[in-house]
């Protein structure tokens, strides 16, 4: 007898509960992201993929002292030097193996003149590995910063997307 | 004659494609219904709230391989998908989905045919369901299918006798067979229209009906024929392309006609105020599949011998119970 | 009424179609898939002679649960043709043959004309039964439970003492009951691997 009371209990009073959770999730927000059209912010601090910065006239900071390459534990960065017009040394070739970067942000740190900076753009997959070697004109930004960005509390906050979008 | 068979013709045609709609967008509202109680999305893509998703799929499995297996028994094989599709369509050739109206000037019933033994006939067309299951489970020569198949018989044994008697109750209080004068009888016309309601007669009933509903469309928790975690998919494993889809159509066509019968002898059928009488018999059904679709979100699957103890052991008496019950306040009366 | 005449010649082609294929497969699961064929053929039958409860009764009891329970065996024992039924019974005489043969025949013919007398006959020499009540479900209950009340109820005597007989045939045998064991015999182990491989 007392099994069958337990029994009803069960059916009448605990069963309910259940449904009654379940119930209540379904009018709960889904935490799922509707990915591709709506993207999670990322933290400030995030490292992405990499971009390298301009200075207010427009003229590239990198000066290629390889200072970058050489702090880089995983040996992604290549680079070759060359003078432009003004005699000023730059980059010729800068390349950056995201196959093999594993965005330390060593880079960022050794760099002298604040030219390189991980963003926050983590969507670069490809079908081909040839497409992981980002050279300089991928990763250049198109304008300088307008504001200073050292000021901010969060240095690296800048909206990337699109920004160093790939120049075909 | 000629009048009544197109008259005939044409509500078999209208029911029959409102019913495998409901079925495709039955699909729509499980995952979705599913995924918010799991705190997902679901389909989102196609079309406005994914509502588009359904045909997605059909042209998928349309455009699928017709692969069928080099084990397999031919004939049964290809005849399974429609064995167990046919007889969830007929169920719905007895179930009144109207009142009687008026069509162009003619006098239309709201019912494809008024068997006198409307309720024997549904019940003897969804035993007939369990072959196409049994016959899929047989002959695609697989061990998961044919643990499906032994699975699906064990439990349609078990539960056909609870399932048959537990609608015993209505019918003796209603005293007829004729899902037409069930659905007429429990009409009314005061403000609390829902009072001649037989769930408020027959409560065990409704619930030993409600359960044994589940376990005879299989679906969760009483879904073991096709287990996904432990049979991979159970009697449609060897199912490819249209001829899956023809089992999934007829597991959701078998939901509605469940959920059809049930609305039509417990609450009321197309009875109720103010809306069209197709509405109230649709949104009683949706109540329904809602149900199913919350216990699927809620139950995990039952055990093997568990569901057969269950059936045998608590379903059967309490079926018998009600019966005895119902029978001495008929007496009474 | 040849719509009527036409549903009567197909079910009931149907139906000893499906009876006569039956026994004619090797292959047990289809003997029974054409046995619930002539089963569907014989309740439309019963339906087209008015008493549509017999064939309800017929899909629900028949086809619906008894065959499905002969499907379960076949699988559980999952037999795919008649060499997986074991050997075939000792062949019988051929006089015994011909004599159940005629006998069922002369008994058939014998209830084919006694019955043509009971109910008006139609042209083509279909039953139709003039009385509406006719396997109606109140007509079939009243007989149940007046006429045939106890036939009825030994009937349920007869599946009552068929149910505990399967139940002793299938129950388990307690451990008192089960025979003593022998001892095992004691020894190297090497010796016992060696007895089972042989």
């Not at chain 1, 990763?139 to 699109?162: A, C, I």
Request: hydrophobic share 50%.
């Amino acid at each position: 007898m007392n099994e069958v009371l337990k029994a009803v209990g069960n059916v009448f009073l605990k069963m309910p509960l259940g449904f009654v959770v379940t119930l209540r999730h379904f009018f709960k927000k889904p935490v799922t992201l509707d990915y591709p059209y709506k993207k999670k912010p990322m933290t400030p601090r995030y490292r992405g993929k990499h971009y390298l910065e301009r200075y207010d006239d427009s003229t590239e900071r990198c000066v290629c002292c390889g200072l970058c390459a050489a702090a880089c534990p995983a040996d992604a960065i290549y680079m070759e030097p060359e003078e432009n017009e003004k005699g000023e040394r730059r980059a010729k070739i800068y390349e950056i193996n995201l196959l093999r970067c594993i965005f330390c942000g060593f880079c960022e740190e050794a760099c002298p003149e604040e030219a390189i900076f991980l963003g926050q753009d983590y969507e670069f997959s490809d079908v081909n590995r040839n497409a992981f070697i980002y050279t300089k004109e991928e990763m250049l930004v198109k304008h300088p910063r307008k504001d200073n960005p050292f000021k901010r509390l969060y240095r690296r906050v800048r909206k990337v997307h699109g920004v160093t979008d790939k120049i075909s | 004659m000629l009048e009544m068979i197109i008259i005939s013709s044409v509500k078999v045609i209208v029911v029959v494609v409102a019913v495998l709609t409901c079925c495709a967008w039955s699909t729509w509202l499980e995952r979705k219904v599913v995924a918010y109680m799991q705190h997902r999305m679901g389909p989102t893509l196609a079309g406005p709230f994914g509502l588009l998703q359904p045909i997605a799929d059909a042209l998928k499995l349309i455009f699928k391989e017709d692969l069928v297996p080099k084990s397999v028994e031919k004939v049964t094989f290809a005849l399974a998908p429609i064995i167990s599709f046919v007889p969830a369509i007929l169920t719905f050739a007895v179930v009144p989905f109207a009142a009687d109206f008026e069509f162009f000037g003619y006098q239309v019933t709201g019912i494809i045919s008024d068997l006198n033994i409307g309720v024997l006939f549904v019940f003897a067309v969804t035993s007939l369901g369990i072959y196409g299951i049994v016959l899929a489970g047989w002959s695609s020569g697989s061990k998961y299918s044919l643990m499906g198949a032994l699975r699906a018989t064990a439990q349609m044994i078990s539960y056909e006798v609870g399932y048959g008697l537990s609608i015993i109750g209505v019918i003796l209080v209603a005293n007829t067979l004729s899902m037409k004068e069930l659905v007429e009888m429990q009409g009314s016309d005061s403000i609390w229209f829902f009072q001649n309601w037989f769930v408020f007669k027959q409560p065990l009933g409704f619930l030993l009906f409600l359960t044994c509903a589940v376990a005879e469309t299989n679906r969760c928790p009483f879904d073991m024929a096709e287990a996904e975690s432990e049979l991979v998919a159970g009697y449609h494993t060897e199912y490819s392309s249209m001829r899956f889809s023809m089992f999934f159509i007829s597991e959701y066509a078998n939901m509605l006609a469940v959920s059809a019968v049930g609305a039509t002898l417990f609450f009321g059928g197309w009875q109720g105020p103010l809306l069209p009488s197709v509405l109230w018999l649709l949104l009683k059904m949706f109540l329904f599949m809602f149900f199913y679709i919350w216990l699927r979100g809620t139950l995990p699957r039952f055990r093997y011998d568990q569901l057969m103890n269950f059936g045998w052991k608590v379903l059967f008496p309490l079926a018998l119970l009600n019966t005895m019950i119902t029978a001495a306040f008929v007496m009474i009366d | 009424m040849s719509l009527d005449l036409a549903i009567f010649v197909i079910s009931a082609l149907v139906a000893v179609f499906g009876a006569t294929m039956m026994i004619f497969q090797r292959n047990p699961v289809a003997s029974v898939l054409y046995l619930i064929l002539s089963l569907v053929g014989q309740a439309v039958l019963y339906v087209q002679l008015g008493a549509a409860f017999v064939g309800a009764v017929l899909i629900i009891v028949y086809s619906g649960a008894i065959l499905v329970l002969f499907l379960f065996v076949i699988m559980m024992l999952n037999l795919r043709s008649s060499a997986d039924l074991g050997e075939p019974s000792p062949p019988v005489s051929r006089f015994v043959k011909y004599f159940v043969s005629c006998l069922i025949f002369l008994e058939l013919s014998f209830i084919i004309r006694e019955s043509l007398g009971a109910g008006s006959t139609t042209s083509a020499g279909i039953v139709t039964m003039a009385d509406d009540s006719f396997g109606s479900v109140e007509s079939v209950a009243t007989l149940l439970f007046t006429r045939y009340l106890y036939p009825f109820e030994l009937t349920s005597v007869l599946l009552l003492s068929a149910i505990v007989g399967a139940v002793i045939i299938a129950r388990r045998a307690t451990e008192d009951e089960l025979p003593p064991q022998p001892e095992k015999a004691v020894g190297p182990i090497s010796q016992k691997t060696n007895e089972g491989q042989e």
